[in-house]
């Protein structure tokens, strides 16, 4: 009997130390008081730089040594995320600007670049700050593992542009081959967030060579994007020509930073409840009107087949995917996906209007 109770409570003994086994090793510990935050390592602390406009196209690079964490166990962690912030010296990073966000350990852009971020933060152009760069580092989702760098200070001189862009819409001009090459008078990309990311629609006419190149300014004096190779960007302003493959239009996607580009084919059209057939299926493509970088059609719209109300919008590459219907009430702005347009004034014949030419588009229309 008493064999028995012993091997009993061995039995239960090994089961107690292997289930505990069990619980640590599916428990690993995340040592936040061990963890190394990230250093930056260029440019180096007290740097004194002087952005000049000759140097437009000349790269500004920030790099840092990854930030480290102990894991108990072995376990593996994500890639921590790097946010590079800026702020005025001596301000403890009071109002700072996020430049960056990256899972890398580098920030490049090009001194153009550069100095409008230090304009629209504040610093006049031809004038002289301190300013301060940190590196916040962490896991994604685990707000307690963040580490904070020290901070290196920089004393920059920025430059004046031309025609810097306004805070409230930075842009890129297109000129090409299709409007005479004339930055003046070119159609625009637009970046809402001014993070360097530009989008824009733009229209070439059949005929010519359907060659561009971005430009900073509306003229050949400051930095301009031109090919460097299959989907990327070179600002020497020697660089080739820039190209889309047919007339008719498209969205330019130009990103400043990573140096990169491309288009997507988008031909709008109207369509609506008295408009051809009048049952939704099939829509009537916009012509382009050259001298007012408009999408236009005159029609005749009908009264609709199931005595419905009159209603349109606007779709692209006839299909639902990308479609505009009514933006904010009051105004004659466009949403994606937005409801449908009333026409309060009955069957005739009208004129649609598509203004695809700034960051929201606009649309109008009227009965002739």
């Given amino acids: 009997m008493k064999k028995i109770n012993l091997i009993t409570t061995l039995i239960i003994g090994l089961v107690i130390i ?29 740097t004194v730089d002087t952005l000049l406009l000759a140097d437009s196209a000349k790269l500004f690079t920030v790099s840092w040594s990854a930030a480290t964490y102990s894991v108990s ?5 994500p890639v921590p995320t790097y946010s590079l ?36 933060f504040g610093i006049p152009g031809d004038s002289t700050a301190s300013i301060e760069l940190r590196i916040v580092s962490g896991i994604s989702g685990a707000s307690y593992t963040n580490d904070t760098s020290d901070a290196i200070k920089l004393t920059v001189t ?13 842009r890129l001009w297109v000129p090409g081959d299709y409007q005479g090459w004339s930055p003046p008078d070119a159609p625009n990309v637009w970046s809402p967030l001014n993070d360097g990311i530009y989008t824009g629609y733009v229209f070439y006419p059949e005929g010519g060579t359907y060659e561009f190149k971005f430009t900073s300014a509306p003229d050949w004096e400051h930095t301009n994007f031109g090919f460097g190779g299959e989907g990327m960007l070179d600002t020497d302003p020697g660089a080739g020509n ?13 990103d400043t930073n990573a140096l990169t580009w491309s288009f997507k084919v988008q031909n709008w059209g109207v369509i609506g ?26 029609i005749d719209v009908i009264e609709p087949p199931d005595a419905s109300e009159l209603r349109f919008k606007f779709r692209a590459n006839d299909s639902w995917d990308v479609n505009l219907g009514q933006g904010a009430e009051g105004t004659n702005e466009l949403s994606p996906g937005g409801p449908d347009i009333p026409m309060p004034d009955g ?7 598509l203004d695809m030419s700034q960051p929201m588009p606009t649309y109008e229309f009227y009965k002739n």
């Fill in 158 to 170: 920025t430059f004046k542009s031309a025609e810097p862009p306004p805070p409230d819409d930075p």
């Fill in 18 to 46: 292997l289930g505990s086994c069990k619980k640590e090793e599916t428990n690993p510990k995340l040592n936040v008081n061990l963890s190394v935050a990230a250093a930056i390592t260029n440019p180096v602390n007290g």
């Fill in 85 to 120: 912030q800026m702020a005025f010296a001596d301000s403890n990073f009071a109002n700072m600007k996020e430049l960056y966000n990256t899972q890398g350990l580098s920030f490049e852009t090009i001194v153009y670049e550069l100095n409008n971020s230090l304009i629209l």
């Fill in 242 to 254: 820039l190209s889309v493959p047919d007339f008719g239009g498209y969205v330019l996607t130009c």
């Fill in 347 to 353: 069957p005739g014949n009208y004129t649609f209007i």
């Fill in 73 to 77: 166990d072995g376990a593996t962690l």
């Fill in 273 to 298: 409840s008295g408009i051809l057939d009048g049952d939704w299926s099939e829509d009537v493509d916009l012509e382009y009107d050259v001298a007012n970088n408009l999408l236009t059609i005159t």
